[in-house]
């Protein structure tokens, strides 16, 4: 389809005509129309700039009037500890109780009616109610209290059946189909006198699929006219109603459907203050709740020297142990006000991101495949026919044209490139993803088996799915960040490859040049198996100040006229010769990376060091909260080119339009202040390199930064089991790395991918993606020809002369590898070509590890060396060419 023309089932719907043909009025804005919504998106979400958020169910955001006006009331008064009678602590306590009326007063609730107890979020809500409940322990002659809870809630509530059990009560999973038949069904007679305690909890809006369920059970329950479950139980009921995803866009009357308990988060309806949450209680279950502990602020009297304890009198002082967060509390007031004064009020938050959700799904819906088949599958039980029975919540897998899911991390990381940011997963919510995914309790049993847990981008197990995709909508959501996010689908699954790079969002232009390339090389010499790693080579004390000329990986020079680049070859073509003829097996490029994330430096010889190529990966650039910063979120951080004089024991850091500075190769004087920073979740010790590099990245960059080295006495193990010749007691050590010490890629590999990449090109250009370009993206130590593509994969393990490594297995790709390491400019195709033609999974190159090391003498790994793999047990000689079945057991 030339021109990228939409093919039938590909056309993007149109939203003038979706709401003429809607049944019903579906309003859009908040009275000024769609230029006033985009005003104010521009006036208070001007960080969007660039960026399509649909996260909001995870954590709405916050508008900048909100934060500047209560950075103002902060500035202005002075807000003291509220346990206290000062003039201070008295605006503190007065302010926090117009706050507690504001909250009453939004959710149309008097405070005869409902008490406020400010917790920790809605978990510690829920916590609450379960150590508060009064339950009946089962014993002689008492079934005890019941604990009912719908499926389709989140781990919170499912997790206070740990609490019940402890307490002897049984604990009942009700379906939300048992309550559908529960609501036809009615309750059977019971007897009017028992005063047995039960507690019903759900959630009057799933997290997971955005369903609303009927707010009428909270009176059909309590009054005795539903019951949970099926079997007559004799008592009282009463319910505990999640509204943490439902208030986020929707009002809530609690003087018409009184629940018992109404556990709340803030950040989901304001987006700030975060870590704040607060219980609901109705006065009629307060005189029943129990307390097991108290703390500061709620008691009336006690005595340290007996167990003498008086509460105080009201339900929040009782139960709010401690100081409560009061300048989070007083946040809350900047909150409403800005949501009332941006949007008029949550009905019409409810109208706006409901039409915005039901318009996307009916646009997913009308998407089909040339064959007929879906694009999507949505997760629904409502088909969003009114903001009464769905919120403003999508739920989907996406899939291929036969009907095959695409992995949700896939999705995730395609979304990324698209700079759409959606959620993936379970959505701490395991019983709606087993109901709408098919996904049995002996299946999920199975996924933690092959290692899949909770928050992982573990995908698809045996093909099936263990999670999805969820996009939700916030008051500040767009047309446009509808359609972008329809357009997303459209182009990575309907519309042929254009190879057009991703639009970016502005972040200045100093420094974007194209960096100039300045691999070390040397004259051609031929690409001969070199001698032994430990042959020839100089000693180590030569390796920092006498190196022979002859090899290129020492000094710092210009680069060489384009004559002398010898790293090109073999040459491409020549690799792909049939009949196996893919030449001698040997290693045709070097590359360390000595800042994380920063440009490569190539090399025709290195020394070997224990945690890899000497300096790899052994600083990274941090934020100005210590993060680490990788070209995921700075893709500029690819033009910072990073030089070793092993000579001069400096760094050399280049950059276009930047001065060249120097970093000393190991710690100094300067640098005297110990970091503690994280990598893949691993703790590590680092040395700060000083205030002038540090100025110096954050000038290029753009954003307050730093450069941080690994600390050298410091020892950062490795995760993966040990293998041949690596002893439990000698651990292999790791850089800043996020896997393994070395990652090896395979040239066939690169060109076969090269090739495919070629073939999707519509514009019929010779070469798209030339092949050092293509090698840079995957960002590997060692290069290898003279293999078939992909057979990396089946080695066990490697031999270089001496050297010995393990292969791990394969290296998952995210979303990096569509970034151009000459400009900095993403590009997706990469992404997308990898994962299609590798069945879904985004794997390339391989991981390796010593497996023994001495390194008594020194270890070089050398250009043109000769690589000898060893074959997985399971892996037959006739998978591999002709040239290459002798290697399968190493001399």
């Not at 002038?692 to 954003?703: A, D, E, M, V």
Request: aromatic fraction near 8%.
């Amino acid at each position: 389809m030339a021109d990228g023309a939409a093919q039938p089932g590909a056309e993007l719907l149109a939203f003038e005509l979706f709401r003429e043909a809607s049944a019903q009025p579906l309003a859009y804005g908040y009275g000024h129309g769609p230029r006033g919504l985009r005003e104010l998106r521009a006036r208070e979400f001007g960080r969007l700039a660039g960026t399509v958020y649909l996260d909001h169910a995870g954590a709405t955001l916050f508008p900048e009037s909100q934060l500047r006006s209560f950075t103002r009331d902060l500035l202005e008064n002075v807000y003291g500890n509220p346990h206290s009678q000062s003039i201070s602590s008295k605006l503190t306590q007065d302010t926090v109780e117009q706050v507690r009326y504001r909250v009453l007063a939004h959710f149309h609730a008097s405070p005869e009616d409902y008490s406020v107890i400010f917790t920790a979020g809605s978990t510690a809500a829920l916590k609450l109610v379960a150590e508060a409940f009064p339950w009946v322990s089962r014993g002689p002659g008492s079934s005890g209290s019941l604990f009912c809870y719908l499926t389709d809630s989140h781990t919170s509530v499912v997790g206070m059946r740990m609490v019940a059990t402890a307490r002897s009560v049984t604990s009942i999973p009700v379906r939300p189909e048992d309550m559908w038949s529960a609501e036809k069904r009615g309750a059977a007679a019971s007897d009017p006198d028992c005063q047995l305690p039960h507690l019903f909890c759900y959630p009057a809006q799933s997290n997971f699929s955005g369903t609303r369920y009927p707010l009428s059970w909270i009176g059909e329950v309590t009054a005795g006219r539903m019951c949970p479950v099926s079997a007559p139980a004799p008592g009282r009921w009463f319910v505990l109603l999640d509204a943490a995803s439902y208030a986020s866009t929707s009002p809530l009357d609690l003087s018409v459907h009184q629940a018992d308990f109404v556990s709340l988060s803030f950040y989901k309806i304001f987006g700030f203050p975060t870590g704040l949450g607060a219980l609901l209680v109705h006065s009629r279950m307060a005189p029943l709740l129990r307390k097991t502990y108290f703390g500061g602020g709620t008691a009336a009297a006690y005595l340290a020297g007996e167990d003498f304890y008086i509460p105080r009198p009201s339900v929040a002082e009782r139960f709010e142990d401690g100081t409560i967060p009061f300048l989070d509390v007083i946040a809350l007031k900047h909150g409403f006000d800005a949501l009332e004064r941006l949007t008029g009020g949550m009905e019409h938050v409810q109208q706006h991101t409901f039409t915005l959700a039901r318009y996307t799904y009916a646009a997913l819906c009308s998407l089909r495949y040339p064959n007929g088949a879906p694009v999507v599958r949505i997760y629904s039980d409502s088909e969003f026919r009114s903001p009464e029975v769905q919120g403003p919540v999508i739920n989907f897998n996406v899939l291929d044209a036969s009907g095959n899911v695409v992995g949700y991390s896939q999705v995730e990381k395609m979304a990324s490139l698209f700079n759409i940011q959606v959620r993936t997963g379970c959505f701490c919510n395991t019983g709606a993803c087993q109901r709408h995914l098919g996904i049995s309790d002996e299946m999920v049993k199975k996924h933690l088996q092959a290692g899949h847990v909770c928050g992982d981008d573990v995908d698809l197990v045996d093909g099936q799915p263990t999670g999805s995709v969820r996009i939700s909508f916030g008051y500040m959501s767009t047309l446009e960040d509808a359609q972008a996010f329809l357009k997303f689908i459209i182009a990575t699954r309907l519309r042929p490859q254009r190879s057009q790079p991703v639009p970016q969002a502005a972040s200045g232009e100093a420094g974007t040049a194209p960096a100039e390339s300045e691999a070390q090389t040397v004259p051609a010499t031929g690409h001969r198996p070199s001698p032994s790693p430990r042959e020839d080579t100089p000693t180590a004390s030569r390796a920092g100040n006498d190196w022979p000329p002859a090899v290129g990986a020492v000094c710092l020079r210009p680069p060489l006229p384009e004559a002398t680049r010898t790293l090109q070859a073999p040459p491409e073509k020549a690799a792909a010769a049939p009949g196996g003829g893919l030449g001698p097996h040997v290693i045709t490029n070097l590359f360390l990376y000595p800042i994380k994330s920063c440009a490569a430096f190539e090399v025709t010889q290195w020394p070997v060091g224990h945690q890899g190529l000497l300096y790899d990966r052994s600083w990274m650039v941090v934020n100005h909260n210590g993060v680490c910063l990788s070209q995921k979120q700075e893709p500029r951080l690819c033009l910072v080119q990073p030089r070793i004089d092993l000579q001069q024991r400096i760094m050399v850091v280049r950059a276009k339009g930047m001065e060249p500075i120097e970093v000393p190769l190991e710690e100094n004087g300067e640098w005297v202040q110990i970091c503690q920073s994280k990598v893949c979740a691993d703790r590590v010790n680092t040395h700060y390199c000083g205030e002038k590099i540090s100025s110096w990245l954050s000038r290029f960059l753009g954003r307050p930064c730093h450069l941080i080295k690994q600390s050298s006495d410091f020892q950062r193990n490795a995760k993966k089991s040990h293998g041949k010749g690596q002893t439990a007691g000698t651990p292999a050590t790791l850089s800043l790395v996020n896997e393994a010490q070395y990652l090896l890629v395979n040239r066939s590999s690169v060109l076969e991918l090269q090739q495919q990449l070629s073939a999707s090109d519509e514009s019929g250009r010779e070469e798209l993606f030339p092949m050092t370009e293509l090698i840079s993206r995957f960002r590997a130590n060692i290069i290898t020809s003279g293999a078939s593509a992909f057979e990396e994969e089946k080695w066990e393990e490697i031999s270089v002369g001496s050297l010995h490594f393990q292969v791990l297995g394969p290296c998952h790709r995210c979303q990096m590898i569509c970034i151009d390491q000459q400009t900095g400019q993403r590009n997706q195709d990469v992404f997308q070509k990898l994962s299609e033609s590798r069945e879904r999974k985004v794997n390339f190159g391989v991981y390796l590890m010593h497996m023994s090391l001495d390194i008594s003498s020194p270890c070089f790994l050398s250009v043109g060396s000769q690589v000898l793999p060893v074959l997985k047990e399971n892996v037959e000689c006739h998978d591999l060419p002709a040239s290459e079945k002798h290697q399968n057991v190493v001399s």
